[in-house]
């Protein structure tokens, strides 16, 4: 469960992300070209990891997350205390 919980947020990003992108007329390729464009709290070569290999770091997932405006909780399902 962990795993596909993990992946379940990151493609939800990606969805937005990629939609977001989409409705302003940009590509990967013109963020790259022109960071500036991209808006997102996430910088470009992040950016290109969560779209290109569904990858994002737990900092930059948060920021996306407050950025969409999301609800969010962070769970920790395996410990060894």
Sequence with gaps: MRDDTINETIFKLAILAGNEMAEKGLSLEDV??????????????????LLKN?????????????????????LIIDHKF
Excluded: D
């Design 32 to 49: 790259r070209a022109k960071p500036e464009l991209n808006k997102m709290p996430i910088g470009v070569r992040a950016l290109f990891y």
């Design 54 to 74: 569904q990858k994002l770091s737990l900092k930059g997932q948060i920021k996306l997350i407050e950025y969409f405006g999301l609800k969010w909780e962070l």
